[in-house]
């Protein structure tokens, strides 16, 4: 089942896909960057927000909160979550707003369906367009360079529809800005499974490229991956969270 044809039959399940998530730790240290580094504003837009989980703790935080992603079934589900928010079908790569927000989130590596550098580009300009002054830019990203092809994460879900089972991990050849997210779903009702396969080609880029990216648009901070804790990134890791700052 390719691309994102998965998530468009499976959009019912997604929620599942992400049960080890803690989405309000992810909000709330976002929240806390923007009031370390951002302009204090409340004008928030979440890229590729599926579900809406976390649009739903920044409304919850006192947000003016919206968002966009490709897939119109997600964005379904969101406005049922979150019918407070304005959710618009756009892509990342290409979107406009009818008026500045102060703070832009991209949680889950999400920015890595760019998919290409040029992409990735004009996702970045995008963002910056669509930004107060001061407004702040937060995702989180891999480095291609730190990427093991044998890790996999792994976890179970039991549903009304029978026991889930998504396992995903990054692949990257060694070379060139294209990597994948390889995912795997199992669904088991009494003796019988069914699975799903499917290969996701995101872009490849490596920390100090993606820093090379931003700069001319941001003031970049990368710090640790750690939602608890706001340190800055201990150079050698593989996952990190860019928070930039609009210049």
């Known amino acids: 089942m390719p691309g994102n044809a ?6 019912g399940y997604y929620d599942l896909m992400c049960a080890d998530i803690d989405y309000q730790a992810q909000s709330h240290c976002i929240h806390r960057l923007q009031q370390l580094f951002g302009n204090a504003g409340k004008r928030h837009l979440d890229l590729a927000c599926g579900t809406g989980p976390h649009v739903r703790h920044f409304i919850d ?14 964005l379904d589900r969101a406005a049922l979550r979150c019918p407070e928010a304005r959710f618009s079908l756009q892509d990342m790569c290409g979107f406009t707003l009818t008026e500045p927000v102060d ?9 890595h369906y760019s998919g290409g550098f040029e992409r990735l580009k004009a ?3 995008s963002v910056h367009g669509a930004l107060a002054a001061n407004g702040v830019f937060c995702f989180n990203a891999v480095d291609k360079q730190q990427i093991d092809n044998d890790l996999f994460v792994t976890h179970t879900a039991r549903h009304a529809d029978g026991l889930f089972s998504f396992s995903s991990g990054w692949s990257y050849c060694g070379a060139g800005e294209q990597q994948s997210l390889k995912l795997r779903i199992e669904r088991r009702v009494a003796d019988a499974s069914q699975v799903w396969h499917d290969e996701h080609p995101m872009v490849a880029a490596s ?3 993606l820093q090379e990216l931003l700069q001319p648009y941001f003031e970049v901070h990368v710090l640790e991956h750690d939602y608890q804790k706001i340190i800055p990134w201990n150079q050698t890791s593989g996952n990190a969270i860019f928070a ?4």
């Open 207 to 209: 920390f100090a490229e």
């Open 123 to 125: 996702c970045i300009a």
């Open 61 to 74: 935080a006192g947000y003016e909160s919206s968002g966009l992603d490709i897939n119109q079934p997600m």
């Open 6 to 11: 998965l998530y468009t039959d499976l959009s």
């Open 103 to 111: 703070l832009i989130t991209c949680f889950l590596y999400s920015l």
């Open 244 to 247: 930039c700052v609009k210049i």
